[in-house]
């Protein structure tokens, strides 16, 4: 990508413009801010380039709907029991799930009684959701309108960090919920995989830029989604995904289940770095 179709941008968290070079992959750097510790992409791609990338974004790797439903089948089924649990009003609740892709998850919820809609930004996406008949629209976050709500529950699932202002989306999902209602989001940590590897030349593009603009660590995330108002914020080892290739299978399924013993043997404690989480959130009742 040409350097003239990027721009220069300071910290989304704190503003500030004092970084550490963390990598630099693909071409692309990668920093990290010296003041609140958000690691992003910097310069990155310009707007009308970032809406070119994703057109074909879902079929990298020769991927299709298959084969994102088996990467992400276990986090959809997880997430669907936490939500449901906390759940405890009398109507048919409202579901958002922002980046929804080929709509999986808004299917699901909609089977445990949901009423569930989704919105993309990839039209191919789009349209396959739709000739299966999900609620599912062409779009971003950003643009739906207020009316659109209010929710008792907006899901992010591997989005926020492919946005190239992560405190606005957070925002605009704090006012789409009704108070009181849920917000959860399952982010990477690439960092700290990326630093153990890199004195062995390993993961040289782990960080998958462009399409990934930042990373977030779990004290980070907890301080932009405190600054945006919302309160109860909990980070856990979620479940896994599944990759298509075996290593990357075996790999993430082995962590996964270490992150997870960790977790529950330090009743809460300790968090394994580098490993994908879930955290979830709510928007106070006053």
Avoid at 258 to 267: G, S
Wanted: one cysteine or more; a positive charge; hydrophobic letters at 40%.
């Amino acid at each position: 990508m040409a350097a003239r179709s990027r721009e220069y941008c300071h910290c989304n968290l704190c503003g500030g413009d004092a970084t550490q070079r963390v990598a630099t992959q693909r071409g692309f750097e990668i920093h990290r801010c010296c003041v609140c510790g958000l690691v992003y992409v910097n310069p990155r791609p310009k707007a009308e380039e970032l809406a070119s990338l994703y057109a074909a974004y879902h079929c990298r790797d020769a991927a299709n709907e298959a084969s994102w439903d088996r990467l992400m089948g276990r986090i959809f089924r997880e997430s669907a029991g936490l939500l449901c649990a906390a759940w405890n009003g009398s109507r048919r609740p409202r579901l958002l799930d922002a980046g929804c892709g080929y709509g999986g998850f808004v299917a699901l919820m909609g089977e445990r009684g949901w009423d569930a809609e989704g919105v993309d930004r990839s039209l191919s996406v789009v349209e396959a959701a739709r000739r299966k008949g999900r609620a599912v629209r062409l779009g971003t976050l950003e643009e739906l309108p207020e009316q659109q709500g209010p929710y008792d529950a907006v899901t992010m699932f591997y989005v926020l960090e492919h946005l190239p202002d992560p405190m606005g989306a957070l925002r605009k999902v704090f006012d789409l919920l009704v108070p009181g209602g849920t917000l959860l989001i399952r982010v990477p940590h690439t960092t700290p995989i990326v630093r153990l590897l890199a004195p062995l030349g390993l993961g040289g593009a782990l960080y998958d830029p462009p399409f990934h603009l930042y990373d977030f660590s779990p004290a980070v995330l907890r301080e932009m989604l405190c600054r945006t108002g919302f309160v109860d914020v909990r980070t856990r080892p979620g479940r896994p995904t599944v990759p298509s290739r075996l290593g990357s299978r075996v790999a993430t399924a082995f962590f996964g289940a270490l992150a997870t013993w960790l977790y529950a043997a330090t009743r809460g404690a300790v968090l394994l770095p580098g490993v994908s989480k879930t955290t979830v959130a709510r928007k106070p009742l006053r």
